[in-house]
Nanobody, 117 residues
Framework: QVQLVESGGGLVQPGGSLRLSCVASRGAFSTANIGWYRQAPGRQREWVGTISTGDNTSYADFVKDRFAISRDDARNTVYLQMNSLRPEDTAVYYC???????????WGQGTQVTVSS
């Protein structure tokens, strides 16, 4: 069993930045594609972006050029750098690990991001 723990959320003013982290409790993290998702109150969870095992990244249109995902496999950590934050980015942010070989999927518990003046 792998546990994922997100951190780095908080309250930020519009236009500000935050960096979220997703840390895995066990190794072989380099063999997982990691996705970031978010869920705002009253809305369905939506995909934000993904980083593959080969460091390829893809993003939802609403965060392109504002958010960036990176990974440090030596630390079992993936980051979501969020810049130019908007009130509509307010949500609970989750990371999801999909292990390539086993196809096992794990979710973190989420971290709250609130963008407000």
């Amino acid at each position: 069993q792998v546990q994922l723990v997100e951190s780095g959320g908080g309250l930020v003013q519009p236009g500000g930045s935050l960096r979220l982290s997703c840390v895995a409790s066990r190794g072989a993290f380099s063999t997982a594609n990691i996705g970031w998702y978010r869920q705002a109150p009253g809305r369905q969870r939506e995909w934000v972006g993904t980083i593959s095992t080969g460091d390829n990244t893809s993003y939802a249109d609403f965060v392109k050029d504002r958010f960036a995902i990176s990974r440090d496999d030596a630390r079992n950590t993936v980051y979501l750098q969020m810049n130019s934050l908007r009130p509509e980015d307010t949500a609970v942010y989750y990371c999801r690990a999909t292990y390539i070989l086993s196809r096992n999927v794990y979710w973190g518990q989420g971290t709250q991001v609130t963008v407000s003046s």
